[in-house]
């Protein structure tokens, strides 16, 4: 089983970067394919971004994929997402989200909230302009 943990968010200028962490702890890391999901107030959890378990393939959803940055080292059990250029509208909590994957499955990513067994609490990100 693996525990995750999100770090990074805070009130934040709009136009800025920001790097969210999501640090792993009690599994092999490098098993669990990873996931960002964002939900806004009033809205339905949403995802933003994967990498597999090598970090090999990444995706991003539409909306995002121009800002969105996601990435991981595996030596340090830790997952990140950068997202420039930020928005208003990128307000939101942000969870990050971890599947185990075969060793074959270096590749394989997931996008839907219902293929992820783990996630962590969240960390907040408020943009203002």
């Known amino acids: 089983q693996v525990q995750l943990v999100e770090s990074g968010g805070g009130l934040v200028r709009a136009g800025g970067p920001l790097v969210l962490s999501c640090e792993a702890y009690?599994?092999?890391?490098?098993?669990?394919?990873m996931g960002w999901f964002r939900q806004a107030p009033g809205k339905e959890r949403e995802f933003v971004a994967a990498?597999?378990?090598?970090?090999?393939?990444?995706n991003y959803a539409d909306t995002v994929k121009d800002r969105f940055t996601v990435s991981r080292v595996n030596a340090k059990h830790t997952a990140f997402l950068r997202i420039d250029s930020l928005k208003p509208e990128d307000t939101a909590v942000y969870y990050c989200?971890?599947?185990?994957?075969?060793?074959?499955?270096?590749?394989?990513?997931?996008?839907?909230?219902?293929?992820?067994?783990?996630w962590g609490q969240g960390t907040q990100v408020t943009v203002f302009s």
């Open positions: 989200a971890a599947q185990f994957t075969q060793p074959w499955q270096t590749t394989v990513y997931y996008r839907r909230p219902n293929e992820y067994d783990y």
């Open positions: 990498a597999s378990s090598t970090g090999s393939t990444t």
């Open positions: 009690g599994a092999n890391f490098s098993s669990y394919a």
